[in-house]
């Protein structure tokens, strides 16, 4: 997959695996992880399914609704990357935090639908449920910040309040911040982000 690798100044720090949302690419959330962690290595990662030439990390039949069987293919596609990424760059295949925003949230929630292992935490901002009728993995250990928009058109807040049940239900940990607007990243919900995660790492 096309990416960026940055290695960062202090090998104890999560490794913050980064995942834009449609139509973005791999250096769009870079300045967002100089802010939640100076010091961590960045992995930051283009989708590479298209839509009319809009990059995503899976296909969809129309918005909202997923593309399940691609969904899967391209969660274990990615979950197999960041095996070969961790043997590649050297660092702790174990310790990876991703940050993903709307359609890389989704793809970041779908990797913890599917592994107990493939990320140790996740910051999804602007989520959506994206399966619905399967059993979650043990998520025991695993520490998860949803911030979301209570106005948010393309991904309703019921699908924020949904996934965070589902994932308590596996005994992840979650925390919820909520801002009063809609499907835009503000820096409201990026130093929120950067609380929770100064808290937990
Ligand atoms: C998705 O397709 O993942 C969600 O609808 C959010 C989006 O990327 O527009």
């Known amino acids: 997959m096309?990416?960026?690798?940055?290695?960062g100044t202090n090998n104890e720090k999560?490794?913050?695996?980064?995942?834009?949302?449609?139509?973005?690419?791999?250096?769009?959330?870079?300045?967002?992880?100089?802010?939640?962690d100076p010091e961590a290595s960045i992995l930051s990662v283009r989708g590479n399914v298209l839509e009319n030439g809009m990059p995503?990390?899976?296909?969809r039949l129309a918005e909202g609704v997923f593309d399940e069987e691609d969904?899967?293919?391209?969660?274990n596609k990615l979950n197999g990357f960041l095996d070969e990424a961790a043997a590649k760059y050297k660092f702790d295949r174990q310790n990876?935090?991703?940050?993903?925003?709307?359609?890389?949230?989704?793809?970041?929630?779908?990797?913890?639908?599917?592994?107990?292992?493939a990320l140790k935490g996740a910051i999804l901002h602007h989520p959506?449920?994206?399966?619905?009728?399967i059993t979650l993995p043990d998520l025991t250990g695993i520490q998860v910040f949803i911030a979301a928009g209570t106005n948010d058109p393309i991904c309703p807040?019921?699908?924020?309040?949904e996934l965070q049940q589902m994932l308590e239900d596996a005994s992840?940990?979650?925390?919820?911040?909520?801002?009063?607007?809609?499907?835009?990243?503000?820096?409201?919900?990026?130093?929120?982000?950067?609380?929770?995660?100064?808290?937990?790492?």
Not at 2 to 7: A, T
Not at 14 to 36: K, M
Not at 177 to 190: A, D, I, P, R, S
């Open 2 to 7: 096309q990416h960026i690798y940055k290695k």
């Open 14 to 36: 999560p490794v913050l695996l980064l995942l834009h949302g449609t139509g973005g690419n791999e250096h769009d959330l870079i300045s967002l992880a100089d802010i939640l």
């Open 56 to 59: 995503r990390f899976f296909k």
């Open 71 to 75: 969904l899967i293919f391209r969660t």
């Open 96 to 117: 990876i935090v991703a940050i993903g925003y709307s359609n890389g949230a989704n793809i970041a929630a779908s990797l913890l639908f599917h592994f107990n292992d």
């Open 128 to 133: 959506m449920v994206p399966r619905r009728g």
């Open 157 to 161: 807040q019921r699908e924020s309040v």
């Open 172 to 201: 992840a940990s979650v925390g919820v911040q909520w801002v009063n607007t809609g499907h835009q990243l503000t820096m409201t919900e990026v130093e929120a982000a950067k609380q929770w995660y100064q808290q937990v790492y």
